[in-house]
């Protein structure tokens, strides 16, 4: 083969690859595909991160997309205030609890959670709060507590993804002192698919409190709409 031809020959499949390279990237971050962050990284996903976890409150620094010391200790206090592997990593279960799941996970991470459509982690993070806050509630109220969740999540006014809503700081005393990592019942895995699947007792409920426990005075500023069980609900 001439030597002109062949070097032609060696360029066109160099760039092929190039553009095949390209192509794939493009396609994994098109299918939602979440980058690991860790110190050193920079970029868009970080200031993402940065953005989140300067909304809840863990995170007062620049965002910059830089992630180094501040980003890094916020990160870790985030992972370690839900139950999260503490190690300053920004993986999968990270960018979930935060509230951008992976596409491909199919867990939806806008308007995460639509009236009759759920997934398996949704229903079963769900009602591992409804564990944690309605143990001892009846049936009806277990879905009530669930059908509160699913409404911040669509308010506009809470995240909007179901992981976002749970896992935001000192929302739910159950993912705060852990009591929502205990066993799951069956009745409570039941509610949580009722109350995704759209029943909602509390009639637009987006709060809900013992009034038998201590409670923050300003709870009660809070329109009620109805009590069930132990459990008093208000918009």
Same mark, same amino acid.
């Given at each position: 083969?001439?030597?002109?031809?062949?070097?032609?020959?060696?360029?066109?499949?160099?760039?092929?690859?190039?553009?095949?390279?390209?192509?794939?990237?493009?396609?994994?971050?098109?299918?939602?595909? /979440?980058?690991?962050?860790?110190?050193?990284?920079?970029?868009?996903? *970080?200031?993402?991160? $940065?953005? $989140?976890? /300067?909304?809840?409150?863990?995170? /007062?620094?620049?965002?910059?997309?830089?992630?180094?010391?501040?980003?890094?200790?916020?990160?870790?206090?985030? $992972? #370690?205030?839900?139950?999260?592997?503490?190690?300053?990593?920004?993986?999968?279960?990270?960018?979930?609890?935060?509230?951008?799941?992976?596409?491909?996970?199919?867990?939806?991470?806008? =308007?995460? *959670?639509?009236?009759?459509?759920?997934?398996?982690?949704?229903?079963?993070?769900?009602?591992?709060?409804?564990?944690?806050?309605?143990?001892?509630?009846?049936?009806?109220?277990?879905?009530?507590?669930?059908?509160?969740? *699913? /409404?911040?999540?669509?308010?506009?006014?809470?995240?909007?993804?179901?992981? =976002?809503?749970?896992?935001?700081?000192?929302?739910?005393?159950?993912?705060?002192?852990?009591?929502?990592?205990?066993?799951?019942?069956?009745?409570?895995?039941?509610?949580?698919?009722?109350?995704?699947?759209?029943?909602?007792?509390?009639?637009?409920?987006?709060?809900?409190?013992?009034?038998?426990?201590?409670?923050?005075?300003?709870?009660?500023?809070?329109? *009620?709409?109805?009590?069930?069980? #132990?459990?008093?609900?208000?918009?």
């Amino acid at each position: 083969m001439p030597y002109r031809r062949k070097k032609t020959v060696i360029f066109f499949f160099i760039a092929v690859f190039l553009a095949a390279g390209l192509f794939i990237w493009r396609a994994g971050d098109a299918f939602g595909q /979440n980058r690991t962050l860790y110190w050193g990284s920079s970029g868009p996903d *970080v200031r993402k991160v $940065q953005a $989140q976890l /300067n909304r809840w409150g863990y995170y /007062n620094g620049p965002i910059d997309g830089y992630y180094s010391g501040r980003t890094f200790r916020a990160v870790k206090e985030f $992972q #370690r205030k839900n139950g999260l592997l503490v190690d300053g990593v920004v993986g999968p279960q990270t960018w979930a609890a935060l509230g951008f799941p992976s596409a491909r996970r199919a867990v939806p991470t806008t =308007g995460a *959670v639509s009236r009759g459509v759920s997934d398996r982690s949704n229903v079963y993070l769900l009602a591992r709060v409804i564990e944690g806050e309605a143990a001892d509630e009846p049936y009806i109220g277990k879905v009530a507590v669930g059908a509160v969740i *699913v /409404n911040r999540v669509q308010s506009g006014s809470f995240p909007n993804s179901l992981p =976002g809503v749970i896992y935001q700081p000192r929302a739910f005393e159950s993912v705060s002192n852990g009591q929502y990592t205990r066993p799951v019942s069956a009745e409570s895995l039941r509610a949580a698919q009722e109350a995704l699947s759209g029943w909602d007792p509390t009639g637009g409920a987006l709060f809900f409190w013992n009034p038998y426990k201590p409670v923050a005075a300003w709870i009660w500023s809070r329109p *009620v709409l109805t009590q069930i069980g #132990r459990h008093v609900f208000a918009r």
